[in-house]
């Protein structure tokens, strides 16, 4: 039998300092982060985790959420700040920059422009390629690969988009909108489904998120031809992002029930301007749909009034009677002016960006309040006079709703703007399961702001202007907005494609 003896007195100190000596190394030998985030108040809608904790990045990822101290190349002192994950913003006209920067301000990491959709996947994605200040990506459009797939309409289609090449005119672009417009009053032949369904496969492979169905804006597509889509995508597993295609009750039953029947998964966008004073049962029969098991998700924006083209379907004959509105509620987007008979006239044939003023705000604030709907700008491209939803949805819903109205608890409105809208896009682009979150392992996509003064300051009197309590965000574990002021030449934005990507 082995015997030992007990240890000696002396052996036992030498035991305790070698201890101690471990315990301290960690201290002394501490490994340094990219950036840490000290002393924060941690928001994770996921997790739950609402506690101040010290947030350590290396490269894209978060890779420490502790109480300890950490040690970083930069240190950022977020004490009496919220760090939250990067506001996911599904509904983003403005793919420019300088769209970017009003977006990054406003607490935004990722913009995505999945209501219209672009025609080219590779065009789109290979303009943006290491020039993006935000996270960028895509559906593929509905509008225009209907018109390119018309026999009559498919070569002035091609040679338009041909002509762009990889700094566009803006009168190449011009051309290159009007024809793939040129289908929208044109019913698609049935023989040339084929051809649309498979231009739709392209722009799937080359990374769309889905496929964006504004049908609102092509009136001559018929409820078969859109039903064929929705069989692809629920064959497929491919989301659909539809503005429905009138204001009616009806139009929502239209894409739930092809839903249901195909299995499509099914995303509407801007539920508040697609129903005006149906919106409450516009929201029970989405939530209606949700629990018999139907793949729907939903969205507002908190702001009473649209923006769109005035040359667009919308304003044809009789929509002073389905809007409910006349000319005095349309202000345009380049004067400010609000419209007459006569301007509307005008401009109408001239063409341009109006805004309708045509929503009450208890609509708006029923909207945002229910439980399964998510937030999203609906952001319109930079121009002066633009809507201020370009500039400050996100401050405003945080800021006015959640904070002064306390319409919901914060962690609440967070889920709103981060999980919900990452989790819509998961299963088509698993890059979505490491954003909207603030976990090990997830991306460094973080938004750190002050719950005190956070608010959009934008209006629909001037020129867009910067929301306010953002004091920085980072895209990817780079700072675009750092002390509350944009970073000059900070590009880190990747793209978001979806699983069927072929590079």
């Known amino acids: ?17 070698a201890c101690l000596f471990f315990i301290a190394l960690p201290l002394s030998a501490q490994e340094t982060y990219d950036v840490v985030v000290r002393g924060g108040r941690v928001m994770d809608p996921e997790t739950g985790l609402d506690a101040v904790r010290n947030v350590g990045i290396r490269g894209q990822t978060v890779v420490a959420i502790s109480e300890n101290e950490l040690r970083g190349e930069t240190v950022i002192d977020a004490e009496g ?100 417009s040129l289908g929208n009053y044109s019913e698609l032949p049935k023989e040339s489904y084929g051809t649309l369904h498979d231009l739709i496969r392209q722009g799937m492979a080359e990374g769309a998120l889905g496929i964006g169905m504004a049908h609102q804006y092509y009136p001559g597509a018929s409820h078969d031809e859109i039903y064929r889509v929705f069989e692809l995508a629920g064959a497929e597993g491919w989301p659909i992002y539809t503005h429905v295609r009138s204001m009616r009750i009806s139009a929502i039953q239209e894409v739930l029930a092809n839903a249901t029947a195909t299995g499509a998964p099914l995303h509407i966008v801007h539920l508040n301007s697609s129903s005006l004073w ?71 044939e001239e063409g341009g960006t109006v805004i309708i003023h045509m929503m009450r705000p208890e609509w708006i604030a029923m909207g945002l309040a229910a439980d399964n709907v998510m937030v999203a700008s609906d952001g319109m491209p ?74 959009d300051t934008a209006t629909f009197e001037d ?11 980072l895209v990817n574990g780079v700072f675009v907005v750092r002390d509350g002021t944009l970073v000059e030449g900070a590009r880190p934005g990747r793209p978001v494609v979806g699983r069927n990507v072929v590079f």
Not at 3 to 16: I, L, Q
Not at 291 to 318: K, N, Q
Not at 444 to 450: K, N
């Open 81 to 180: 700040l919220v760090v939250a994950p990067g506001f996911i913003d599904l509904h983003a006209h403005g793919q420019s920059n300088r769209s970017n920067e009003f977006q990054a301000m406003d607490g935004v990491t990722t913009a995505l422009e999945l209501e219209s959709g672009v025609p080219s996947l590779a065009r789109f994605l290979g303009g943006r390629t290491g020039d993006a200040i935000l996270n960028y990506g895509a559906s593929i459009s509905l509008g225009v690969t209907r018109t390119a797939a018309m026999p009559k309409f498919a070569e002035e289609v091609r040679e338009a988009f041909a002509e762009l090449g990889s700094e566009p005119s803006d009168e190449a672009v011009a051309r290159a909108a009007r024809a793939g």
């Open 1 to 17: 039998m082995l015997r030992t003896s007990p240890p000696s007195p002396r052996r036992v100190g030498c035991r305790a300092l």
């Open 278 to 348: 149906n919106i409450e049962t516009n929201l029970d029969l989405v939530r209606g749909a949700q629990e018999a098991g139907v793949d729907v998700t939903t969205e507002v924006y908190p702001y009473t009034a649209a923006s769109t083209s005035l040359e667009s379907a919308i304003f044809d004959e009789g929509w002073q009677r389905r809007l409910q509105i006349s000319y005095g509620d349309l202000q345009w987007q380049d004067t400010g002016e609000r419209l007459t008979e006569e301007s509307f006239s005008r401009y109408r």
């Open 463 to 473: 020129d867009l202007s910067y929301s306010q309590g953002v004091e920085h965000v």
């Open 382 to 455: 930079y121009a002066p006079g633009a809507h201020p939803r370009s500039a400050g949805t996100f401050a405003r819903f945080l800021g006015r709703y959640v904070r002064d109205e306390g319409s919901m608890p914060l962690m609440k409105g967070l889920e709103k703007v981060t999980l919900m809208p990452a989790r819509r896009l998961e299963a088509v682009s698993p890059q979505m399961r490491r954003k909207g979150r603030v976990q090990i392992g997830s991306d460094a996509d973080l938004t750190i702001f002050d719950p005190d003064r956070i608010l």
